[in-house]
Structures are given as structure tokens and as C-alpha cells.
């Protein structure tokens, strides 16, 4: 049983910074890649951002690149989000997911390259 737990959600203001983390546990995982991924209300779950675990190439959405980068610690087999400039559009509930299989940059993009997930993390930002 493999369980991705995130943390790091709340309330900010416009302009807040906030950390999300993900952190694997239970058997071994056999990671490809983690991403971010989020869902408003009444819209679909859409990446935000997403890091291969060897060699931690980076993808981003349009919405958060230069404002949301993404890092992860092999060791402990965790990631993090660190989220910048925060704007009221970024409210959501955000999920990490994990990648066990060799997959494009394409495919990394959308949420069924993902075989397990956390069970969320709610990010509020107030204008």
C-alpha cells in the first residue's frame, strides 16, 4: 500500500507565498515522477507542475511558471510546491501524484500518467 500525504494548505492573502508538501509512504515506490496537480470548484484536475525523479526535469503550467517551483527530496521521497505570488485564480484543491512508469513530457502533463494520489490539500487565496 502505497499513501501520498500532503500538507502545507490554508488560507492566504493575494500576494502570500505558501509551501505545499507531498511525502510517499508505506511500501517502496517505484517513482517516475511526482506532480501538483488542482481542481476548483465545478473544473477538472489540471497540472500545475510536475519533476521526473532521476534526472528532476521540470514541467509547468502557463498559469504558474516563474511563480511555483517545484523541488524534490530523493531521500526521503517527498516533494514540494513552493508557491509565490499567490492570486485569488489559484484557490483550488491541490493533489500530488505519483508516476511509476517511463512516460513523456506529454503524458506527464495529464492526470492519467498518475497512479496514486494524496488525498488533497485546500489552498485558499483572498483578493
Known amino acids: 500500500q502505497v499513501q501520498l500525504v500532503e500538507s502545507g494548505g490554508g488560507w492566504v492573502q493575494a500576494g502570500d507565498p505558501l509551501r505545499l508538501s507531498c511525502a510517499a509512504a508505506?511500501?517502496?515506490?517505484?517513482?517516475?515522477?511526482m506532480g501538483w496537480f488542482r481542481q476548483a470548484p465545478g473544473k477538472g484536475r489540471e497540472l500545475v507542475a510536475a519533476?521526473?525523479?532521476?534526472?528532476?526535469?521540470?514541467f509547468y503550467a502557463d498559469s504558474v511558471k516563474g511563480r511555483f517551483p517545484i523541488s524534490r527530496d530523493t531521500a526521503k521521497n517527498a516533494m514540494s510546491l513552493q508557491m509565490n505570488s499567490l492570486k485569488p485564480e489559484d484557490t483550488a484543491l491541490y493533489y500530488c501524484?505519483?508516476?511509476?512508469?517511463?512516460?513523456?513530457?506529454?503524458?506527464?502533463?495529464?492526470?492519467?500518467?498518475?497512479?496514486?494520489w494524496g488525498q488533497g490539500t485546500q489552498v485558499n487565496v483572498s483578493s
Open positions: 519533476i521526473t525523479w532521476s534526472a528532476g526535469n521540470t
Open positions: 508505506g511500501r517502496t515506490l517505484n517513482t517516475y515522477a
Open positions: 501524484g505519483a508516476c511509476t512508469f517511463l512516460s513523456s513530457s506529454t503524458y506527464l502533463r495529464q492526470r492519467e500518467a498518475y497512479k496514486y
